[in-house]
């Protein structure tokens, strides 16, 4: 059924049915959206059912409804009753307008709908005008009923590039005491939308703006002040370093887990102490535990904690690879090729970590692989007549070496 028809069907039983949301909002931008949300205003929610009986309920506390691979939620206002992200009393019925409806939203760019018969855009808090501006700017108080909206503007700002408005700062300023109550897993989609965007690192600077960095991301806020040498890092601290490192990143792949790998690869720093600035030794071996109770926290998948892991430990190896002996880069082509994270992840690590993807000096993706593919166990094997085992283990390494050597003679 096509969403007019539903909309026809709608007023002739006294209704009103509205695209809302983030749609209207990237409609208007020129973006594409995936997801479609109606507000449907002056129905109660038995004549919604009576009307289409195909729709299944899908909220618990607020009548919302599937369709055509829509979401359909009759126009509701909210009250707050508790603390955290769910404690609100909803009212829904026929009488709640459009206007009460949209009040309830975060942000002005999100609280625009655009009539669905007539194309008309219903925008009262100015939305239109914040996305012309490239502003993120609150509704009004309501906006501190919700703590989860604390990262929701952080990814907006970052996703869109856009500034937060001062009001709106000091208002997620408020929420602090409140994100301990939000789950690690609606932080977690918070965050990982934000690493999706071209400078996830306004994510994490909206959040410093507002003094929360500290609460689900304290390894990246202790980056802060981190000093390190001037010669190497004329950025300034390990925060300042990470986030060039981090946007440079989304630069060179779209793989969410190798983009992590970036943004933890220097968390060691962070617990060096203050009186060895602005040397950071033994930061790699830290950052693994580091990495590991952060993933935890933040409840980030398996896979990505372990490349991360990885990239703490092997970014410093990475970064003097034909500094080291035959025998060494071998150990260490093998090691990383066989990990989560793999040649290819680490480089790009390492290359942002650097700066620069065309220094020579820790060129080792291209070399390991083209190694690793002209000496293989097979060839060995047959080469000298070895069957598995550690004989064919030792001849194999052996004859890494040395095509290693001779590639550098």
């Not at 108080?141 to 869109?160: M, N, Q, T």
């Not at 005491?177 to 909206?206: C, M, N, T």
């Amino acid at each position: 059924m096509e969403i007019k028809e539903i909309a026809k069907i709608i007023e002739r039983a006294g209704g009103r049915l509205y695209l809302v949301g983030g749609a209207v909002r990237d409609k208007i931008l020129g973006r594409t959206n995936y997801d479609e949300d109606y507000c449907v205003v002056g129905l109660e929610a038995s004549e919604f059912i009576s009307l289409f009986p195909i729709a299944k309920l899908d909220g618990k506390s607020f009548p919302v409804y599937r369709m055509n691979g829509c979401e359909f939620a009759l126009a509701r206002k909210e009250k707050k009753v508790g603390v955290g992200h769910k404690e609100f009393e909803v009212t829904s019925g026929k009488e709640i307008t459009l206007r009460e409806d949209l009040e309830r939203r975060d942000i002005t760019i999100n609280a625009m709908a655009e009539d669905v018969l007539s194309g008309e855009i219903f925008d009262y808090f100015g939305g239109r005008e914040d996305l012309e501006n490239g502003v993120i700017r609150a509704i009004g108080k309501h906006f501190i009923e919700d703590p989860l909206r604390v990262y929701r503007v952080a990814r907006f700002s970052s996703v869109l590039d856009f500034l937060v408005e001062e009001r709106t700062i000091d208002m997620m300023k408020s929420l602090k005491s409140e994100l301990g109550y939000l789950s690690k897993e609606r932080v977690f989609e918070e965050f990982k939308k934000a690493l999706q965007s071209d400078k996830p690192s306004i994510f994490f600077s909206v959040l410093r703006s507002a003094d929360v960095l500290d609460v689900h991301f304290k390894p990246i806020y202790k980056l802060i002040g981190a000093l390190q040498p001037e010669k190497y890092h004329p950025e300034g601290d390990a925060y300042n370093h990470t986030m060039i490192c981090l946007d440079k990143s989304c630069e060179y792949t779209s793989d969410l887990k190798i983009r992590f790998s970036v943004l933890v690869h220097d968390l060691g720093k962070g617990e060096t102490p203050k009186e060895e600035y602005p040397h950071h030794y033994g930061h790699e071996e830290r950052g693994v535990e580091i990495v590991k109770k952060f993933s935890k926290d933040l409840g980030v998948p398996n896979a990505w904690k372990k490349c991360g892991m990885v990239a703490c430990k092997e970014h410093m190896r990475g970064g003097i690879f034909n500094r080291m002996k035959p025998s060494k880069k071998v150990d260490f082509i093998e090691r990383v090729d066989k990990s989560y994270l793999g040649l290819e992840g680490l480089q790009i690590v390492v290359d942002c970590d650097k700066g620069s993807r065309s220094n020579l000096d820790y060129n080792f993706c291209e070399i390991g692989k083209k190694c690793l593919e002209s000496i293989t166990a097979d060839k060995v094997s047959k080469k000298y007549n070895i069957k598995q085992g550690i004989a064919l283990g030792k001849k194999l390494r052996e004859e890494r070496i040395t095509w290693i050597k001779n590639l550098t003679k």
